[in-house]
């Protein structure tokens, strides 16, 4: 039995499979066109959250912050670092009242200043923030989350080892499912890694086009032998305003899966 929780793709995307509409549009905020042809996307992850009760939703710091930008300087470590590098799990957050999730992010080059721990809204009521760091973070950036009681947890060395990261997240936290809202490259990964076992996209009547425009999983290519990572149809749903909802598990026995 592996020792991760299940991790299911939710994302939604056009018909050539674009996330955004330029390299230069964050993820999580896109524009105006985008919501004029995308719709709000609501429906299906209200849909997934509520059937599948996921413990954690997965996002890369490239959804928050765009590539090139300086993040604020943080102030340097003037105390002992040898602990920093622990994981930081404080009780009174990860035991409070009223725990529903953890919103889990990747950033092991501490680009992200943070504005929230606890979200607004009904929706968000009882998650709070979570981020997966390595042992190359900088200590400024791990104090920093300290001080803000920003619970992060420490995954691989130059960067999150994401299968160690989740596995953490099972051992430690008891979260047996995951979904990753995450961009193309943070998708990218976990498909070579072997760690998808559900993807749900849901297909908008749109073309954006564009070569450098994030794609649902922009990875690495596959090598020389490599196969397809292959699916199996769950469900395929139209709608009348031309969304199709399909739902897809990675195929039983599909050797590029743990």
């Not at 674009?18 to 524009?31: K, N, W």
């Not at 912050?65 to 590098?85: H, K, M, N, S």
């Not at 035991?95 to 080059?109: E, I, K, L, Y």
């Not at 073309?207 to 690495?220: K, M, Q, R, V, Y």
């Amino acid at each position: 039995m592996k020792n991760r929780p299940k991790v299911v793709v939710i994302q939604a995307a056009s018909a050539d499979g674009r996330l955004t509409l330029s390299p230069d549009t964050l993820l999580l905020f896109g524009d105006e066109r985008w919501n004029a042809v995308a719709g709000e996307g609501s429906e299906l992850w209200s849909r997934l959250k509520a059937q599948l009760q996921p413990g954690a939703i997965l996002e890369g710091s490239g959804s928050l912050v765009l590539d090139g930008t300086t993040p604020d300087p943080l102030p340097p470590v003037t105390e002992d670092t040898a602990g920093l590098w622990e994981d930081f799990l404080p009780d009174e957050i990860v035991n409070r009242p009223g725990h529903r999730g953890w919103f889990t992010v990747v950033d092991s080059r501490g680009r992200v200043r943070w504005l929230y721990k606890e979200f607004p809204g009904e929706e968000w009521a009882g998650w709070y923030l979570m981020v997966l760091v390595a042992r190359q973070t900088p200590a400024e950036y791990l104090a920093y989350l300290r001080r803000e009681k920003i619970p992060y947890l420490v995954a691989g060395d130059a960067r999150v080892d994401l299968r160690a990261a989740l596995g953490k997240l099972a051992d430690r936290l008891g979260i047996t499912c995951v979904l990753s809202e995450a961009g193309g490259r943070l998708n990218g990964a976990l498909l070579r890694a072997g760690l998808i076992d559900e993807v749900n996209l849901d297909i908008f009547p749109a073309l954006i086009g564009g070569t450098a425009t994030p794609s649902l999983f922009d990875s690495p290519e596959l090598l020389p032998g490599e196969l397809p990572t292959r699916l199996s149809l769950i469900s395929a749903e139209a709608r009348d305003d031309g969304h199709v909802w399909l739902r897809y598990a990675v195929a039983a026995g599909d050797p590029s899966h743990d």
